[in-house]
């Protein structure tokens, strides 16, 4: 939900700048400032959405890992990029300055990547059968 408000947040932003007439009474650069200020919050809004994200996502690479559907490798390779996300969005909300180390957009990244590679593997490869059998119950 906090992401559809980014995307609201970014329409109100352009809306400033190309805006009706009762704007026309701000100077140019004051509405640019204004319009600034509203994409910065829209930033803000994808951070605290991005540690639930990349949760939900630890999940499902979990699940990828359990089910033995996709390569074992690469659904270590989601839950280590998914869990990375999730402590870099954390430490980001409670350490604004986490910026200057670690560039915000290695937060998610990895896990981008991941969630790019699994939608081809599933598209092109499809789901594989599991390489053990499954227990019957009595």
């Not at 190309?18 to 100077?27: A, K, M």
């Not at 990547?113 to 490869?125: D, H, P, R, S, Y």
């Amino acid at each position: 939900m906090l992401w559809l408000l980014s995307c609201l947040n970014l329409l109100s932003a352009l809306r400033l700048v190309n805006g009706p007439d009762y704007l026309q009474t701000f100077e140019p650069e004051r509405l640019q400032v204004l319009a600034r200020l509203n994409i910065a919050g829209t930033f803000d809004d994808y951070y605290v959405g991005l540690p639930f994200f990349g949760l939900a996502a630890t999940v499902w690479a979990w699940l990828w890992l359990k089910s033995g559907y996709i390569p074992r490798k690469l659904s270590i390779f989601g839950l280590i990029s998914s869990a990375w996300c999730v402590f870099c969005a954390f430490v980001f909300l409670i350490f604004p300055d986490f910026q200057k180390p670690v560039n915000p957009y290695w937060f998610d990244s990895p896990m981008a990547l991941f969630e790019l590679i699994v939608g081809a593997w599933l598209l092109f490869k499809g789901i594989r059968e599991p390489a053990y059998e499954m227990e019957k119950n009595p």
